[in-house]
């Protein structure tokens, strides 16, 4: 049954049942965000570590992290893509043949955290980094002259300290990593810009589902700016209370 799109008013284009793509919009949204909140926490982690690594006396370590970050900020995320998502199985599988193991393959999905992820850890150690080499040094030499473990002064100093001066950046660094989730559209993820691509592509209707697209990014974004100030208002009170 051929469906006349053209005689279909806004409300039912975007109705979230058939033949509606209200509900095809709204999946891909929750797909995005599933991977850039995965990408984006990983991306903390790796980036946590990463700074720390870079404030240590190794220089080994400082100069594999400073080429981490500099080839990562480097090279297009669309190109990091392709490669983990097409190159890197070729690699593993390699391996494992040559080991007599079955190949695996990896999935839109966990290419897409991976390659957030691994992003993310690029800019984050940055800007952690700069968030740590704010706090004070007294409070550090204070923590070792009292004989404190160095992963006790991690979470109980460094990590407490550096939020102040780290959330600016890392907000910056989340809508990052959502408008990151729409380049996944190459590897056939069916993510928010696949999904209005492919409505679009079906009802020919491609200025209406590109702009619901593109508000669905922009109310995600506003929302984050208000969490985020909210948390930069708490922790810059702390901070006053604090001092």
Known sequence: MLIDYQSMSLWELLAFNSPGWGGALLSGLALSLQIAVLGYFFGLIIGLFGAIGKLSQNLLLTDLLYC??????????????????????????????????????????????????????????????????AIPKGQIEAAHAFAIPKYKILYRIM?????????????????????????????????????????AGASKQQLTFLLAAGALYLLVSLLSEVLFKYLIKRTEKGQTHGS
């Open 68 to 133: 981490y970050t500099t080839a990562v900020r480097a090279i297009p995320e669309l190109v990091l893509i392709l490669l983990i998502y097409f190159a890197l199985p070729n690699v593993i599988n390699d391996v494992l043949y040559s080991f007599g193991f079955d190949g695996v393959e990896i999935n839109g999905f966990f290419a897409g955290v991976l390659v957030i992820a691994f992003v993310q850890g690029a800019y984050a150690t940055e800007v952690i980094r700069a968030s740590i080499a």
């Open 159 to 199: 990590i407490p300290s550096m939020i102040p001066h780290a959330l600016p950046g890392l907000s910056n660094l989340w809508l990052i990593a959502t408008k990151d989730t729409a380049l996944l559209a190459v590897v056939g993820l069916t993510e928010l810009t696949l999904a209005a691509k492919q409505a």
